[in-house]
């Protein structure tokens, strides 16, 4: 497998385990503020009152599924903007050594730029480098 297979393999499981933390956090919230209402609702309104059980907790999963997918959306927009922040601050400093070298900055001048940066980094071995 490929570095850039490998990298690609890390980021989506980093990604899904972001989503998945995100979800089940926004589930919860949202789950507990439609049980909130569903509560209210039956304490306040006497129509309300009269409507079955099944009815209540439709109510009440709806707003945890609703939150548990807009949570999770949420957590892998921000997770994909931070990516490709990074991403093209790594492409410009790759673009501008490359450059200073005389060299074109083509898609494989930058991934054997990208591992050469990689080799004296695991050289280094202390992440200074």
Known sequence: MSASARRLGEDADRAYAIQVAAGTKSAVVYGGLGLGAVVLAHCTWPFFRHQTLAFKSFLVST????????????????????????????????????????????????AKWRAEKAQQFSANGDGMG
């Open 63 to 110: 707003s945890t599924v609703f939150g548990l997918a807009i949570g999770a959306d949420n957590a892998l927009l921000s997770h994909e903007a931070e990516r490709r922040r990074s991403e093209n601050a790594i492409r410009r400093q790759a673009t501008l050594e490359l450059s200073r070298r005389g060299m074109v900055p083509t898609e494989t001048a930058i």
